[in-house]
């Protein structure tokens, strides 16, 4: 079972640099979610998609797009990377709203900008 | 608007020891509230959930939660710790009982130590 696979694992940028985090689930979830995780502060919402064709903003969604590909798929891009987005993003995805359905997370990808 | 208070960043007991993590909550409706578990170098995984069923709560490996709604408290306890139990632990709550979507708001996290 796959479940959540998130790719790269491993990403530093440069300032100003661009890059897409890819999140695929095989669970046939609707939503699915992108959060950061800092130290001492658990974890923000950055954007979330209730079904496939929708999205919409989280906590703190300056500076990053998502797209839902597809139902399985929903990537995160950051245009131009800045040192404060060094942070673990995480996807997730769950059966129905995050409210009530339990959240399914991937391992991560740990981004550093310098 | 809701928010998630977890007492003590760090925890740290002994093998065999009774472990508790505390969470308070706020919330302007009736919650929803989670308690995930987060090993070194992986995603959350689910503990266990409450949502206005019994007010005590059965998760896995051994873990369990009182909801007290007097208290506003949501704590993790496990009546004997194992080496395996190190990790970091996150309170969530939800406002899914009152809009449309369910806002998630997690914890800052407590990081839980077991001794030998």
């Known amino acids: 079972n796959a479940g959540v696979t998130q790719t790269p694992k491993f990403q530093v940028l440069k300032t100003g640099q661009s890059m897409t985090l890819q999140c695929a689930q095989d669970?046939?979830?609707?939503?699915m979610y992108w959060y950061r995780q800092d130290p001492g502060m658990g974890l923000r919402l950055i954007y979330y998609?209730?079904?496939?064709?929708?999205?919409d903003k989280g906590e703190v969604p300056n500076g990053y797009n998502v797209s839902r590909l597809n139902k399985r798929e929903f990537s995160l891009r950051l245009e131009s990377a800045a040192p404060s987005q060094t942070s673990v993003y995480f996807c997730?995805?769950?059966?129905?709203?995050?409210?009530?359905?339990?959240?399914?997370f991937g391992n991560g990808t740990r981004l550093t900008v310098t | 608007a809701q928010s998630v208070t977890q007492l003590g960043s760090h925890v740290s007991v002994s093998e065999g020891a009774l472990v508790l993590l505390r969470c308070n909550y706020s919330?302007?409706?009736?919650?929803?509230l989670f308690w995930y578990v987060q090993y070194p170098n992986q995603g959350l995984q689910l503990l266990l959930k409450?949502?206005?069923?019994?007010?005590l709560v059965k998760g896995i490996n051994g873990f369990e939660a009182e909801f007290k709604k007097s208290e506003t408290s949501f704590h993790l306890t496990k009546p004997s710790a194992h080496m395996s139990d190190a990790a970091e632990y996150f309170c969530?709550?939800?406002?899914?009982?009152?809009?449309?979507?369910?806002?998630?708001?997690f914890g800052q996290g407590t990081i839980l130590t077991v001794h030998p």
């Open positions: 409450y949502t206005s069923a019994a007010t």
């Open positions: 997730a995805s769950s059966e129905g709203r995050q409210g009530s359905s339990p959240l399914h």
């Open positions: 969530a709550v939800s406002d899914a009982g009152g809009t449309s979507y369910g806002k998630l708001t």
């Open positions: 919330s302007s409706v009736p919650p929803y």
């Open positions: 669970m046939n979830h609707n939503s």
């Open positions: 998609s209730a079904s496939e064709g929708t999205t």
